[in-house]
């Protein structure tokens, strides 16, 4: 199981300090534990996780390899300051920078030939789900976002549906089954055979076991209470139980 906290823009860098050594106190065995962090917080970061098995992310790279870019972050300064893998197609990316799949596909690409993992986002919006569109949404989002060159084990898949960031509301288990189950089948087909599946969406120490326990889950990605260490390390907790 994979547990992945993004801390999206957040907190102050005293509290993050502070966040990455209480995670570091527990122990998750069978865990695999990741976090995203803001790019400026990923030395400071790196120095806290230090001895612990935790892994260290950033939350976006650029496709290019350097130049000029002002404000963009590269997959190999990510790579240089500490990181070993970046989350890629966020639908905040995708919503608010007008990230498209085949940009994500670009940085994936870039990001790979660094040497990070990478961590794609998908889901559908609510309108999209209310029409009956979420699994075609979804696996036209991984056809164009996934390079077919990326080796299975670099790859996580994430499913998040937009609906259920920071809003509270979960999907069900029926429409996880749904979902996972279609993006398993899309990722052996596409020679992914290997490839994690996390569910992200309001995912907090109560529902997670829940969740855990649908088929093809492989894991969360958690936003919100990836902020509360109990509250990671309750979902951490749910995901060995
Ligand atoms: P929340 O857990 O706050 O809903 O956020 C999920 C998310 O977007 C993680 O990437």
Redesign the pocket.
């Known amino acids: 199981m994979i547990v992945?906290a993004?801390w999206?823009m957040n907190p102050g860098l005293s509290e993050a300090k502070k966040l990455a050594s209480d995670y570091c106190t527990a122990a998750h065995k069978g865990v695999t534990r990741i976090l995203?962090v803001p790019h400026p917080y990923i030395v400071p970061i790196r120095k806290r996780l230090q001895g612990s098995d935790i892994l260290l992310g950033g939350q976006d790279c650029h496709q290019m390899q350097s130049g000029a870019h002002t404000g963009d972050v590269s997959a190999g300064m990510l790579q240089n300051c500490g990181a070993s893998i970046v989350?890629l197609g966020?639908?905040?990316r995708r919503a608010y920078y007008g990230e498209t799949s085949e940009l994500v596909a670009a940085k994936a690409t870039m990001a790979f030939e660094t040497g990070l993992s990478v961590m794609i986002?998908v889901g559908e919006t609510l309108a999209q789900r209310n029409s009956g569109d979420a699994l075609a949404t979804v696996l036209q989002q991984l056809t164009i976002s996934v390079p077919v060159t990326l080796p299975t084990t670099a790859l996580t898949i994430?499913y998040?549906p937009v609906w259920?960031?920071?809003?509270?509301k979960v999907a069900t288990v029926a429409e996880i089954t749904e979902m996972h189950t279609g993006i398993r089948h899309w990722l052996y087909s596409a020679g992914f055979g290997r490839t994690k599946i996390l569910y992200?969406?309001?995912?907090?120490p109560r529902n997670a076991a829940e969740i855990f326990t649908v088929a093809h889950v492989d894991g969360a990605?958690?936003?919100?209470?990836?902020l509360i260490s109990a509250d990671f390390d309750g979902i951490c907790a749910a995901a060995v139980a």
């Open positions: 992945a993004n999206k995203f989350l966020h639908s905040e986002c994430a998040e259920a960031i920071g809003t509270g992200g969406g309001s995912v907090n990605l958690v936003g919100g209470a990836s």
